[in-house]
């Protein structure tokens, strides 16, 4: 089984949310990076596929130079090699609209004949939850998302979808098919030393985002992001300060005398 | 004449809540631009639900029917979509953003060369331009976005983002819509719908939750939650990685994946705030946060907060729960 897997290279979930002068994203000075959750577990699906199956993995990525390091982190998992689709700065990808990055990955993955491609079902960042769907439409592909286990059958894959409720479903795609994957259905693993030595000799093809979207016919985004602001509260929270103790005796006060719950 | 078009989903028969929320966004949309709003859903013709879909004032309902429509595909109905959108050609096309929206609606927009501005929080409309808001970084960031050329615009919107409408007098006509769709076209066979395990626990029947999330680190810290919860009288609940970590049964997991709650009081121990779990819990009463970073997005939705370190406000507040309750 070939598969492909879409990474992602994210602020971490702690970073310190500061607006940028453009007003169009966060400062990334001092913020530090990580693989995008959803995306570390299509990995792992990946990787145990191919365990179980044989094959090859192949990790696809789009970002600057930086998310060169991510790339090298799924490598040490066990990826046998990759695609940096690499912009030239911070901003060259942000003036791509989800279907101009999707074009970007179809072009980087079109000639690779893959049984699989799988994503994560959305970034921490954008939130926008569809990179992966795009690109099942653009490869002309069947399509599954919330994905939570992929078993091989003879024509193709039987997977777990998530519904909402506590609710699940099984599906059966043929293959080549591209899947969206939920976090937390398996424990994700580590990367061993001898995984980071070895992935320090694995190859990773370094495309540019200026010469792969003049061979994706690429079109002026469709939707475009103006400005990002600091979230309105939706409600006046009162914040009890003090020490933990007082902090807990005003709570159970308030509880108690004006929310009546006590 | 072109208008806005909202696709409403349907569950045993009923419209779903947040179905009824887009229309709501719907509304507001075509106020703003001075357009007709109609209404697309997947039914028969002779639904009953389709009587309670005339009472929210719409110009027509198209009812898309077919028999490969039955059980849902991505396939089947982004081609069927794809049809009535060719056929009456909306300015804009409008969905609830649940889990099916979520698996078809990206394919349909980039069928027409569009981007699905998906999970909108908000819809501000001056002169000809709209404005939508969507949340970014699980909710530490708004952000505006806007639809540019001349195309259809996507949207999804979000649950509890909008108040779904009053019924409003108003003509509906119903027109059947029968796509032509070919079983070859369906690549994907779904399989029945079915629920992992029976619930025991109905987290909507307990006054207070305490919510627990990835700040309580490891499984072996979860009884001083447990403490807190019993000193009030309360059921335990989860947010999403709690419940996949198997610290907690999946049935007592809140948020957009598990159960929407709206109990008197919620507090929330150790969770950030991401928008899957905000969405199941947002419509309670009296929300508690309790988190050591005072810039996580629970406390948008909290009335009463406290940042610190649970590991020493949570036994304090057990111990001053007992003590008040003699």
Excluded at chain 1, 129 to 158: C, R, S
Excluded at chain 1, 175 to 194: C, D, E, H
């Amino acid at each position: 089984m070939k598969i492909i897997v879409a990474i992602k290279q994210v602020p971490e979930r702690d970073a310190r949310i500061r607006i940028d002068a453009s007003g169009k994203w966060i400062d990334l000075q001092d913020v530090e990076f990580a693989m995008n959750e959803s995306d570390a577990y299509a990995l792992e699906e990946a990787l145990q596929l191919k365990e179980a199956h044989g094959g090859e993995v192949v990790v696809l990525s789009a970002g600057p130079e930086r998310a060169g390091k991510t790339i090298r982190e799924a490598l040490a998992k066990g990826a046998d090699r990759a695609i940096h689709i690499q912009s030239s700065d911070e901003t060259e990808l942000a003036k791509f609209d989800a279907l101009g990055v999707a074009r970007l990955l179809a072009a980087a993955v079109k000639d690779e004949q893959a049984d699989l491609i799988l994503a994560g079902l959305q970034s921490d960042d954008l939130g926008l939850g569809q990179t992966g769907v795009i690109l099942a439409e653009l490869l002309g592909l069947p399509h599954a998302t919330l994905i939570l286990k992929i078993e091989k059958t003879e024509t193709g894959v039987k997977v777990l979808r998530e519904l909402e409720d506590g609710w699940f479903q099984h599906l059966e795609l043929p293959t080549p098919a591209v899947l969206t994957i939920q976090s937390g259905n398996s424990k994700l693993r580590y990367a061993t030393l001898m995984g980071i030595k070895k992935a320090k000799t694995k190859e990773v093809k370094v495309v540019s985002v200026a010469d792969l979207a003049a061979s994706a016919q690429s079109q002026t985004p469709v939707v475009t992001l103006d400005a990002v602001k600091l979230p309105h509260k939706q409600r006046t929270t009162q914040i009890l300060g003090g020490t933990p103790a007082e902090a807990a005796a005003a709570l159970v006060e308030k509880l108690q005398f004006e929310v009546r719950a006590i | 004449m072109s208008s806005v078009l909202v696709f409403l989903e349907t569950k045993n028969n009923e419209v779903s809540r947040i179905s009824w929320e887009a229309l709501a966004a719907g509304h507001v949309l075509a106020h703003g631009l001075s357009l007709p709003l109609d209404i697309a859903v997947v039914a028969s013709p002779s639904n009953p639900i389709l009587q309670k879909v005339q009472g929210k004032a719409p110009r027509k309902v198209y009812v898309i029917d077919d028999a490969l429509l039955h059980a849902y595909t991505s396939d089947g109905y982004t081609a069927a979509s794809a049809q009535l959108i060719d056929q009456i050609k909306p300015v804009s096309v409008v969905f609830p953003h649940t889990y099916q929206v979520r698996d078809f609606a990206p394919r349909l927009a980039t069928r027409f060369n569009q981007v699905l501005i998906s999970d909108v929080t908000g819809i501000e409309v001056s002169g000809n331009s709209a404005t939508f808001i969507r949340q970014l970084l699980q909710g530490k960031l708004n952000a505006d976005y806007h639809h540019a050329g001349d195309g259809i615009s996507f949207l999804s919107i979000q649950a509890g983002a909008f108040r779904a409408d009053e019924p409003q007098a108003g003509e509906t006509t119903i027109e059947p819509f029968q796509p032509k769709l070919e079983a070859s076209q369906i690549r994907v066979q779904p399989g029945e719908p079915f629920r992992a395990s029976a619930q025991t626990v109905d987290l909507n029947s307990a006054s207070i939750l305490v919510s627990v999330g990835r700040g309580i680190k490891e499984e072996a810290n979860l009884p001083i939650v447990q403490e807190l919860a019993a000193a009030l009288g309360a059921e335990l609940a989860a947010s999403r990685p709690i419940c996949d970590a198997g610290w907690l049964p999946m049935e007592r997991q809140v948020g957009s994946s598990g159960q929407t709650v709206a109990p008197k009081v919620y507090l929330a121990v150790g969770i950030s705030g991401a928008i899957q779990h905000l969405v199941g819990m947002k419509g309670s009463q009296c929300i508690v946060a309790i988190n050591k970073d005072e810039n996580a997005p629970i406390f948008e939705v909290a009335d009463y907060g406290i940042v610190g370190d649970l590991f020493e406000v949570v036994p304090a507040l057990t111990a001053a729960v007992r003590k008040a309750k003699g």
